[in-house]
């Protein structure tokens, strides 16, 4: 693998010069992202006035997520992924400029928003498997949890940027503007593509059909007892812990009555947090205990969502959600680590395919399930009792997988 200069060798995988590609051209185009995100919640709970819908946004975004990841990682395990990201990349550009000519021309509905997210979740279904694979094709073994680390930060450190930009420009400008830039931040991960040399996808022919190669990955997952008791905790996680996201405008607007910049400044402390946790596990993360720190990050996630929910003030919360960022990455991060390196590489595609459900897709069911929590529970202001119950089941969770865990980092003498 070709090597580009790096300061300092805490950050290795930056050495090779595919990835540090990658690696820039996805945290320009996670700005973007970021700033769409911000941008559709706003307009539809301006539309509706209700946290419901928010939870629909999710909905329509998890429907793909969660049915179409295991397809994706057969695709990815099958085909060049670099040229697998080159259509779904391109698909999502030309979706968000359609967003942006709707909203611009104030022909945009509640219907269009929803079904632009389900359609761009789509697209990722098959996106996320591809470059979580790929990561492993760009960086020797040594290095994939400090590239792992460095992949995480692409998407926590645009959470730091993307949603401040997003609360200056919202007022002035409307959503139109957030969605335009993102259309045009997927161009640089599409001259990040172009510009790779000598990339192996190192998957496997296979020619079984679909349905097989599909049962082939989830036998494996059944009868590695570790890889499913990864996967079921970071399930659990998704659906009872980072589904909080979606309440965030209700806790900016009607909560501490913050409006759109209160908003963008919970996000950006949400992805400071993050940024700060996936570059310390890069720079920091190379010990054995990560069974321990599993244990100790999903534990303070949960105690500090309890809090960040009970929060008087949007000051205090702030500083509750960096926190809870820095736990939230730092514990999702180990776990693709383990699958990574536990996974062969011919299915290595299929089990970060429902890693990927985990992490995306769930999350945004789950936030289905607050918003009608938070609606059952007294309309906008029920949104603190909701978060506080899902915390709560998430910290017994983690709880629950302590002896697994704790095992893997302790095992019992031969």
């Known amino acids: 693998m070709d090597a580009v200069p790096v300061t300092s060798a805490r950050f290795s995988a930056l050495r090779n010069r595919n990835f540090a590609l990658l690696w820039v051209g996805v945290i320009v185009s996670n700005i973007g992202i970021w700033m769409q995100n911000?941008?559709?919640?706003?307009?539809?709970?301006?539309l509706t006035d209700s946290p419901l819908w928010l939870g629909l946004l999710g909905l329509s975004f998890a429907i793909p997520m969660v049915t179409l990841p295991l397809i994706g990682g057969v695709v990815t395990d099958r085909v060049p992924r670099v040229r697998l990201l080159f259509v779904t990349q391109t698909g999502q550009m030309l979706l968000a400029f359609g967003l942006t000519i709707s909203t611009y021309l104030g022909a945009v509905t509640v219907g269009q928003i929803l079904l632009v997210s389900f359609l761009w979740a789509t697209m990722l279904a098959f996106d996320n498997p591809a470059r979580q694979a790929?990561?492993?094709?760009?960086?020797?073994?040594e290095d994939l949890l400090n590239a792992l680390s460095l992949n995480a930060a692409t998407y926590t450190g645009a959470a730091l940027v993307g949603p401040a930009l997003a609360g200056v420009l919202l007022v002035p400008f409307g959503?139109?503007?957030l969605f335009f830039l993102n259309a045009v931040t997927y161009l640089a991960v599409i001259f990040a593509l172009a510009a790779m040399r000598g990339v192996v996808s190192r998957g496997s022919a296979m020619p079984t059909s679909l349905g097989r190669a599909v049962g082939a990955g989830l036998a494996y997952v059944w009868r590695t007892r570790y890889v499913l008791g990864l996967l079921t905790l970071s399930a659990l996680v998704a659906v009872f812990g980072r589904s909080y996201q979606s309440l965030l405008p209700v806790f900016a607007r009607d909560i501490w009555e913050a409006g759109p910049g209160g908003y963008g400044l919970l996000l950006s402390s949400?992805?400071?947090?993050?940024?700060?946790?996936?570059f310390g596990l890069a720079a920091f993360g190379r010990g054995r205990r990560?069974?321990?720190?599993?244990?100790?990050?999903?534990?303070?996630?949960?105690?500090?969502?309890i809090l960040f929910a009970l929060s008087p003030a949007l000051s205090l919360g702030v500083v509750l959600l960096f926190l809870a960022g820095v736990a939230a990455t730092v514990f999702t991060t180990l776990i693709s680590t383990q699958l990574?390196?536990?996974?062969?590489?011919?299915?290595?595609?299929?089990v970060m395919s429902l890693y990927a459900i985990t992490l995306i897709g769930l999350p945004s069911l789950g936030a289905l399930a607050v918003g009608a929590l938070a609606e059952q529970l007294g309309g906008l202001q029920g949104a603190p009792e909701a978060v506080i119950i899902g915390a709560v089941v998430l910290g017994i969770a983690v709880l629950a997988a302590t002896p697994t865990l704790w095992r893997r980092d302790h095992p019992s003498p031969r």
């Open 270 to 278: 949400a992805g400071g947090g993050a940024l700060v946790g996936a």
């Open 340 to 350: 990574q390196l536990t996974s062969p590489h011919e299915l290595r595609g299929r």
């Open 175 to 177: 959503p139109a503007m």
């Open 134 to 141: 790929l990561i492993y094709d760009l960086v020797p073994k």
């Open 290 to 305: 990560q069974g321990a720190l599993m244990i100790i990050t999903g534990l303070l996630f949960s105690g500090l969502l």
């Open 38 to 46: 911000v941008g559709q919640s706003w307009l539809v709970l301006q």
